[in-house]
């Protein structure tokens, strides 16, 4: 089992640039959460999506900033024109569907640290 | 709106000297409390899930435990390998997947 997969693990941008982050879930899970972890401060909820779904959004900037999980391949979180203060760790989670409790056990990837020059 | 506070920030120990870490949190409906790990550039591990006051866990020399209004992280005659920084995460009643984090509390611990 490979657990959460993330790539680039590192990507370094120049302001105005693109970033491209992608996430794969573990096997059998098929919910993806998107966290965002900013130097000296705790993990902020992004996004949580299903497939092809956009579950819950309330954590994502208004501009700029977006997030798909297509029916194939892995989920992307997309920032276009990359400004210095999105510089931090990116981190996808993976869980199955709520168990009878309803609260989702979340795995987390390694992350992925985008450094906008 | 929902919040968690943990405390303290930082946490020096000596190796075998045992000490709680404290998460307090405001929710509008608890449907979990979470503990996570993270090691320096890694992602958070997971350790527990708590689900109602009282409730307790424990996985080696960590206990979990839960009221109300807070939950505490035990560490019983901790190790080197021990050192990281705890999380402590909430979801709410009316969230499906979205979890409130504390800002962590870093422990060293030293032989």
């Known amino acids: 089992n490979a657990g959460v997969m993330q790539n680039p693990r590192h990507l370094v941008r120049r302001r105005g640039q693109e970033a491209r982050l992608r996430c794969s879930p573990m096997?059998?899970?098929?919910?993806v959460y998107w966290y965002r972890q900013l130097p000296e401060e705790g993990l902020k909820f992004m996004v949580y999506?299903?497939?092809?779904?956009?579950?819950?959004e309330s954590g994502m900037p208004k501009e700029r900033f977006s997030a798909e999980f297509p029916k194939e391949g892995p989920s992307i979180l997309r920032i276009q024109q990359v400004v210095r203060g999105d510089s931090a760790a990116y981190f996808c989670?993976?869980?199955?569907?709520?168990?009878?409790?309803?609260?989702?056990?979340?795995?987390f990837g390694a992350g992925s640290r985008l450094t906008v020059l | 709106e929902d919040q968690v506070t943990q405390s303290p920030e930082a946490l020096r120990l000596q190796e075998g000297e045992s000490s709680s870490l404290n998460c307090s949190y405001t929710?509008?409906?608890?449907?979990?409390l979470f503990w996570y790990r993270q090691d320096p550039g890694k992602g958070p591990e997971f350790l527990f899930t708590?689900?109602?006051a009282g409730e307790e866990k424990e996985k080696e020399r960590l206990k979990a435990t839960l009221t109300k209004k807070e939950s505490f992280l035990h560490i019983t005659a901790p190790k080197p390998e021990d050192s990281a920084t705890y999380l402590c995460?909430?979801?709410?009643?009316?969230?499906?997947?979205?979890?409130?984090f504390g800002a962590g509390t870093q422990v060293v611990v030293t032989p």
């Open positions: 989670a993976s869980s199955r569907p709520g168990q009878s409790s309803g609260a989702n056990v979340l795995t």
């Open positions: 096997k059998g899970h098929s919910h």
């Open positions: 999506l299903q497939k092809e779904n956009i579950i819950d």
């Open positions: 929710v509008s409906g608890l449907r979990g």
């Open positions: 708590l689900y109602s």
């Open positions: 995460a909430v979801q709410a009643a009316d969230s499906w997947g979205k979890l409130q």
